[in-house]
């Protein structure tokens, strides 16, 4: 488990277009609070899942290179939304092992604004907010 | 975990390979045309038949339905390409006809300091957080309200408007008695009244609180603003919505914008605010969005990153 930032080959595909999750929405105030020049990707345990509104959060230890522990805090679609695409919480089980890609926050907080999700088993689930939604914030 | 990332290159890889999948969630590519504003709504009205609507038992038009957002886009002036949170997209603005808001001066620099302190990667801004779209605490005007679309019901005294986004909703009395409360008595969404010109349900709005954006760039109105909705069912899954807003206090002339409201799941705006476009039984039912529940992580980074709360533009002395 360990902070992969993966900056170059994510950076990257933001430049070329081709990211593969939606970059949430410009009625979002996505751009002032998490910086789209600093995707990372964060593999770590789940502890707790918060399933509320506007947005719902996932919070995650992840084992830094020096072998300490930080909880990330990774925000995803609302309830509504994550429920319409057929994701429940039990889908989110405290202590399942998780891949989460997505944007650092640009307070230098350990939170991000999250896109995409693997799971243990290998399911794979668009976590962010919906941009045809609207619903978010 | 290591299969999952085999997984991930994969699924990158593909990616990589197949980029017009991309664009099926809803991501703002550069290079697309504008997404249609103000000028492509009115070249489409202008193709329309007349159109006789449904009527209720009071032969007004019938309005009632779950109506779509006026507008996915947030910015109300034209705009380009600027990076993938913000498309290009045409003005929402009709009049002036040039799809600029008609600022004083005193307000286009307002407006400029709004917009250089956005700290989000727009052209022209300092790097200096100045404030944040007041939206993002959760709260609604009008007419901003609109763009998230809501369910209107409709009596031959009321119609009520209810968002599924943050529960906010109006309930506007239809009388020609009914006078708004006192000018001391400010509120986000203002104090609305309605009539009907004809088949047109007409929506004075007073009472704005001035404290909220009309986009999420720093664009503003005041609290001596005067907005002016127009509703008129133009066929028999979309509104002609135009609204007027008359503000001395920031605008020079009077400013009018206009959409078009389709009936959710009848048009490719699909801005519900419910089931938002997400196909299923319950895609046409509001499901709570209890905005404030969660809304503390935001709160808090706007304050650690140095925003300040937005308590209304004042035009010097």
């Known amino acids: 488990m360990k902070v992969k930032p993966l900056l170059i080959l994510l950076s990257g595909l933001l430049a070329t277009g081709f990211l593969a999750t939606s970059p949430v929405s410009a009625h979002h105030s996505f751009a002032a609070e998490f910086d789209i020049e600093t995707p990372v990707e964060l593999e770590g345990t789940l502890t707790r899942m918060d399933w509320v509104n506007p947005h719902g959060w996932l919070y995650i230890d992840v084992v830094q290179p020096d072998g300490t522990v930080v909880n990330w805090a990774i925000e995803a679609g609302g309830p509504n939304q994550l429920l319409r695409r057929g994701l429940r919480k039990t889908d989110f089980p405290i202590g399942t092992e998780v891949l989460v890609q997505g944007f650092a926050a640009k307070s230098g907080a350990p939170k991000a604004n999250g896109q995409d999700i693997t799971m243990a088993d290998g399911r794979n689930f668009f976590l962010g907010v919906d941009n045809t939604q609207g619903g978010a914030r | ?317």
């Open chain 2, 1 to 317: 975990m290591r299969d999952s990332l085999t997984a991930l290159a994969a699924a990158l890889a593909v990616v990589l390979a197949t980029p017009a999948a991309a664009a099926g969630q809803g991501m703002f590519e550069v290079g697309n045309p504008p997404g249609p504003g103000a000028k492509s709504w009115l070249a489409e009205r202008a193709t329309l038949p007349p159109y006789d609507p449904a009527r209720m038992s009071d032969g007004r038009p019938d309005l009632r339905g779950r109506w779509g957002g006026s507008s996915s886009g947030d910015v109300i002036e034209d705009t380009e390409y600027v990076d993938v949170t913000t498309p290009a997209w045409e003005s929402h603005v009709s009049n002036p006809a040039g799809g600029k808001l008609p600022y004083q001066p005193w307000a286009l620099a307002a407006r400029d300091a709004h917009r250089a302190g956005l700290a989000r990667g727009w052209p022209g801004e300092t790097g200096d957080r100045l404030h944040l779209d007041p939206q993002t605490f959760c709260v609604k005007s009008a007419p901003r309200y609109a763009q998230r679309g809501f369910d209107l019901a409709q009596t031959p005294d009321h119609v009520a408007m209810m968002l599924n986004w943050g529960h906010v909703h109006r309930s506007i009395p239809i009388a020609a008695d009914s006078a708004h409360p006192t000018s001391a008595a400010t509120f986000w969404m203002g104090s609305p009244r309605g009539h009907w010109e004809g088949d047109t349900l007409v929506v004075e709005v007073t009472n704005i609180n001035g404290k909220m954006w009309l986009d999420s760039v720093g664009n503003f109105y005041s609290d001596n603003a005067r907005v002016v909705e127009r509703f008129r069912l133009v066929s028999a899954n979309q509104i002609d919505y135009e609204v007027r807003i008359e503000d001395p206090t920031v605008f020079t002339e009077p400013v009018t914008l206009s959409y078009d409201l389709q009936r959710d799941g009848t048009g490719p705006r699909l801005g519900g605010g419910a089931g938002g476009g997400t196909p299923g039984p319950y895609a046409s039912e509001s499901w709570e969005h209890a905005c404030h529940e969660g809304n503390t992580h935001h709160v808090q980074e706007v304050h650690v990153l140095g925003f300040k709360w937005y308590k209304g533009a004042v035009r010097p002395e």
